[in-house]
């Protein structure tokens, strides 16, 4: 299996882990469906674009394969609706609100996904 991003510390690794796992688990709540590759993309570049952060392209590859493996295996009460998906993330959307007990979840669930890897 490929490696997580190496040129970001454990910290941003597990928070941009985080970020794409609960873009997949909204999107599937939303939609019935994971996250298409394009949309798994954008969301990468948009979490990387506001960390000032960068990997090259197999990290991102290693990355979203990741995200969509901890979405798939995480068995937790996840929202389903506009309102209570919409409070997991900050007023611009673009990062998550890490008070929210929800993300703590996923956030555990990623440090735990790295730890082993």
């Known amino acids: 299996m490929s490696q997580i991003p190496h040129n970001l510390d454990s910290e941003a690794r597990a928070e941009l882990l985080c970020y794409l796992v609960a873009s997949q688990l909204t ?10 590759a394009p949309n798994v993309i954008e969301s990468l570049r948009i979490w990387l674009r506001a960390n000032g952060a960068a990997t090259d392209w197999e990290d991102r590859l290693a990355v979203a394969g990741a995200a969509e493996e901890v979405a798939r295996s995480l068995s937790i009460d996840f929202p389903s609706d ?36």
């Open 27 to 36: 999107a599937r709540a939303l939609t019935g469906t994971w996250l298409s």
């Open 82 to 117: 506009e309102h209570s998906l919409a409070r997991l993330f900050c007023v611009d959307r673009w990062q998550l609100d890490h008070r929210s007990p929800t993300v703590q979840l996923v956030y555990r669930a990623c440090v735990e996904y790295l730890e082993k890897r």
